[in-house]
């Protein structure tokens, strides 16, 4: 799929993959990843919080590694796989974070979720966490603003080991 996004202006290539979708886009040097995905993409499920890098709420994966969208430019993901909460499932079959958050009500007003559960998705390929402790330290960028984190931290803990495993799935189906 290809797709020009100018809206005035110098626009520069960009190829990616987008939840398993090769795209080719033309976008403004300045264009964060963020207002790519939300505004130009329709990618609603990744949110703008702060927009500083502060909040954790626009994480998504850029080959496999979580990221803030909002602090990344768009032409930086230029050969780049990104992954957003839509592309987490397989069909209809939630990714094991997915699961667990439904599991331990790991969300209340939902706003942080999708952030919450792709920097767990990211943190479970990085292998640096196999404690309470280092889950709540290695997660402490994903802020939630109702405090659900005991809750969240009891769904990182018991899907670590399943989606730690689990090849990157590409689906469709969003949290």
Known sequence: MSANLSAGGETHPVSLILN???LTLHVQPWL???DLLRDRLDRVGTKKGCDHGQCGA???LRDGKRV???LILAVMCDGA???TIEGLADGEQLHPMQRAFIAHDAFQCGYCTPGQICSAVGLAREGRASTREQIKELMSGNLCRCGAYSNIVAAV???LPQ???RPHQSGGSSA
Request: with cysteine.
């Open 20 to 22: 398993g979708q090769p």
């Open 32 to 34: 964060t990843l963020l």
């Open 58 to 60: 626009c994480t998504v």
């Open 68 to 70: 803030n969208a909002c």
């Open 81 to 83: 796989e990104l992954t």
């Open 157 to 159: 803990e018991e899907a």
């Open 163 to 165: 989606s730690a495993s």
